[in-house]
């Protein structure tokens, strides 16, 4: 997975996110996912935070453009147990 913070890039950042709280990962294949991420800047923006990250993410939402391969998202065919995805350990 390529991130638009470096820091993400940590194989350690499960270390960092507590294992409770709620993420949302938007693929570059989903069709929406320029817009969503741009509309997540403007509303860091509009809440006062930092701008370099809102450029930083604006820039990253280029590239989720410019992804190949497009389409609706979806959900797969077989859901796994939510036991079956939980890929976090505890230290």
């Given at each position: 997975m390529k991130h638009s913070r470096h820091?993400?890039?940590n194989p350690d950042l499960h270390l960092r996110?507590?294992?409770d709280e709620p993420v949302f990962l938007i693929r570059a294949q989903d069709i929406v996912s320029g817009d969503a991420v741009r509309a997540w800047a403007n509303l860091?923006?509009?809440?006062?935070g930092d701008p370099k990250l809102s450029r930083l993410v604006r820039e990253h939402a280029h590239l989720m453009d410019a992804w190949p391969k497009?389409?609706?998202a979806d959900l797969p065919q077989t859901m796994p147990p939510p036991e079956a995805t939980a890929t976090r350990h505890k230290v």
């Open positions: 820091d993400y890039n996110i507590p294992d860091n923006d509009l809440a006062g497009k389409k609706a």
